[in-house]
């Protein structure tokens, strides 16, 4: 069963950097056949998709609120997913998901879309952050 941890999380001032983890850690997966990124949730708002990746050509999405700020990379051979975010505001504040499903069920096109993974897809449990103003 695939399973995801994410770390990274908490507390920072506003204009501050976070650099959020997430890992597929059980063996016999590999990146190479997921999409993965990442949701957030704010208390009292809808989830969204903030950021994924491609494993076939390495393209991005960014949800318009993010772009120039977070970046998303991916290192296959650790099975990590990297979202390093830089210049966070407080609207950033919110729980982290992570989510990875195979390339015939997502990309990085349908990703804001998404509402949920196929049987092959998993979530992360959700790591918190904070933005203070």
């Known amino acids: 069963q695939l399973e995801l941890v994410e770390s990274g999380g908490g507390l920072v001032q506003a204009g501050g950097s976070l650099n959020l983890s997430c890992t597929m850690l059980v063996s016999g997966y590999t990146l190479d056949l997921y999409v993965i990124g990442w949701f957030r949730q704010a208390p009292g708002k809808e989830r969204e998709g903030v950021s994924s990746i491609s494993p076939i050509d390495g393209k991005t999405y960014y949800v318009d609120s993010v772009k120039g700020r977070f970046t998303i990379s991916r290192d296959n051979a650790k099975n990590t997913v990297y979202l390093q975010m830089n210049s966070l505001k407080p609207e950033d504040t919110g729980v982290y998901r992570c989510?990875?499903?195979?390339?015939?069920?997502?990309?990085?096109?349908?990703?804001?879309?998404?509402?949920?993974?196929?049987?092959?897809?998993?979530w992360g449990r959700g790591t918190q952050v904070t933005v203070s103003s």
């Open positions: 989510a990875a499903d195979r390339t015939e069920f997502a990309s990085t096109t349908n990703w804001p879309y998404l509402r949920r993974l196929s049987p092959a897809g998993a």
